[in-house]
């Protein structure tokens, strides 16, 4: 079974989160709890460049991180999505609610 890894690094004004591996049920836990926690005080960028794939729970947790996030005055990126995030998220109709960028410093560019 393919593992999730997340790598954090803290920016300026934001949480970075490296993502590599699958995003699913059985991985989800985590991952579900630092976007749940960080969105309540910051905003999250979450590097997807490495995400080999992402069901319906993965896909559950980030829009419920962006949704808190709308609630809370942060927000939560999606950077780089590799072709099976990007995929996964066109599937939901959600790919154009979310903040997609290419780099750490687009997140300085809000406030």
Excluded: C, W
């Amino acid at each position: 079974m393919v593992q999730l890894t997340i790598t954090e690094k803290v920016g300026a004004n934001y949480k970075l989160l490296e993502l590599t591996g699958a995003i699913n049920a059985y991985t989800i836990a985590e991952f579900q709890e630092k976007v749940y926690s960080y969105i309540l005080e910051s905003n999250i960028v979450l590097d997807m460049s490495q995400v080999i794939s992402i069901d319906s729970a993965g896909v559950g947790v980030i829009l419920a991180g962006y949704n808190d996030g709308e609630e809370n005055g942060t927000q939560l990126f999606i950077m780089n999505p590799s072709e099976a995030a990007r995929h996964a998220l066109e599937r939901t109709g959600f790919l154009d609610t979310f903040n997609i960028i290419h780099a750490v410093t687009e997140v300085s560019d809000v406030s």
